[in-house]
């Protein structure tokens, strides 16, 4: 029998997730629930269903692992905890600072009702946090290094969105590869935050804008810009929907350390990504999580997890014998 | 309390282990079991016995996890089982064809005697198997490559030093650059082993050898070199000592795998390392396996493992509380 999947939220997240549900042959999608009114949406797989999100409840028994596709800063801190009344379920939320909280909230709610939650759930927070622990716990003495990019950043894109006069933009977060290759041969440089990393934008004006004042504007934006070297160019609509209607990601990371009685041998660790598709590569992370969560709830298992409490075996739909014998 | 380790066999992986063990302060090394003479064995751990292997099993109760740094040829296939009777064990058997069969043994032991093992333990297998693992389960559709180096392959240097009129010899297995840019590039090339690895050969010969003749013979060695293209340098002893005594290496794992309704997108993951010293960097892993196999048995869990089998977690000092606050 496949893994039942319900997708809450039906934007390039939840896109994504339908389409590695179908790449993934032991899972079928059977709800999508959205805000919208449902005659409204299209969605791609034929056999699955369009709901309200407010059935998605009467769901619970046919849906063995909801995914959560809202945004971190307001959808998700309250749905993640309440689905989890009703489901297993899985997130990609992303607020470091809260996710402590957002842990315990999911933890309770999971635990109260009998089912599993994992949280966190793409490539940073997700695959890169991995790598960082599994290079730190090998490595004890060494420095981390995570670089992002090249990529769209949603929220630098729509941080310039925000200005007057400008009618649409996009964002490129750019790693600098000379402080990239200083910390790939092992040379552990101290680097600032305007060392890491480039800003790169491009903005479509309103009639009559002025771009001097809005490149002041964006370049001195604090947190967003002012850290950064940033370069700012103005194209047209057209230019922009033709050349930068992608949402390409990807970055680095990296740890160096030492071992050896005096420390006197060096070891480098890299992990890097480079994605076509932000949205669909978590999405295809997420899948492989929510088959570990139905197979943890099938063992009993209940509560919160992240990726750092799933043994890797739980996402694959090889069994241990063929994991062995193929990929060990 | 500490974590006890004992460390069965006291060469380059051994001495790795005890260095590995003195970065981690949760961790102390409490014996040696050498099959030479202990007299005659002098290691770095001030605090530790050294003792012969006839003695390891009177120290049952004294080790939490017993390390096994013996060869995978011989030594691992009866040792591993054997000391599973007594303590939680470790090893790094790296026979791919065997790993079914010794997985077996070691399970079969641990389990009748209430112990943990965890086999295959380094970074091939090991660190480079989670790798292909995790990035198979997140892209079913995809293609993976691994490329080893540049670095030491000790068994293929032993197979030159078996030559006769050969003294000395020490090989390097360099990965094709344009074969691992092409797949990084996401090109997906069908690569022969030709196309994949070259082979660089540092040979000191004896008296009177005659070098064509050597040259020939390492190149057309079956399995070993003949179907690679293959460099050999004839250096003098004291060459080799300067500038070849060092046992570096590493390699690439990458998958390229496609998402979207239609395959549009394509993504590339790689995990590289980049290593001063082999030994020490599997004697590295193999210390946060050991934490693990100590956890694990403390939880009352017995039998075999792999990495694919271990929660990331279990590897690292920290908290669960502390890990997601700091790591996630």
Redesign the interface.
């Known amino acids: 029998m496949s893994i039942r999947i319900g997708i809450l939220g039906y934007g390039n997240l939840g896109r ?1 997730v ?3 549900v ?3 042959p032991d899972m079928e999608l059977s709800a999508v629930f959205t805000r919208r009114d449902p005659a409204q949406v299209s969605i ?1 797989t034929k056999e699955a269903a369009v709901c309200r999100v407010s059935e998605a409840e009467k769901w619970k028994g046919k849906i063995d692992v909801m995914i959560l596709c809202g945004g971190s800063a307001t959808d998700l801190p309250q749905q993640t905890p309440q689905y989890a009344r009703y489901f297993n379920v899985v997130d990609s939320f992303d607020t ?1 600072a809260r ?2 909280e957002h ?1 315990a909230n999911v933890d309770q709610a999971a635990k109260e009702n009998g089912t599993l939650g994992i949280i ?1 759930v793409g490539w940073d ?1 997700g ?1 890169f ?6 290079a ?6 060494g420095k981390d290094y995570t670089f992002w990019g090249k990529g769209v950043s949603q929220g630098h894109s729509d941080a310039i969105r925000r200005i007057a006069g400008v009618k649409n933009a996009k964002q490129y977060t750019i790693p600098v590869e000379h402080a990239l290759e200083a910390v ?1 041969a ?1 040379e552990n440089p101290a680097l600032t935050t305007r060392q890491k990393h480039t800003r790169e934008c491009f903005v479509v004006l309103e009639e009559g804008a002025d771009p001097a004042k809005i490149e002041e504007e964006i370049k001195t934006m604090p947190n967003y810009f002012a850290d950064y070297d940033t370069t700012v160019h103005f194209i047209s609509e057209e230019e922009l929907l033709k050349n930068h209607s992608g949402i390409p990601h990807g970055g680095f990371v990296i740890r160096s350390g030492k ?3 005096e420390q006197e ?13 932000n949205p ?2 978590t ?3 997420i899948a ?1 999580y929510a ?1 570990a969560a139905y197979r943890l709830s099938q063992e009993g298992q209940t509560g919160c997890r ?8 739980y ?3 090889k069994s ?2 063929e ?3 193929h ?2």
Chains 1, 2 share one sequence.
């Not at 730190?136 to 003495?141: K, Q, S």
């Open positions: 994504g339908e389409c590695a179908r790449q993934n791609l470091h996710i402590p842990f966190s927070p695959m946090s991995l790598n960082r622990m599994y730190n716990a090998i490595l004890p003495e790939r092992g071992t050896g009685w041998n060096s070891h480098v660790v890299e992990y890097s990504l480079k994605l076509d598709s669909e590569f999405a295809s992370v492989a088959r992240t990726v750092f409490d799933i043994a890797p075996a996402l694959s739909p241990g014998e994991l062995r014998k990929l060990l």
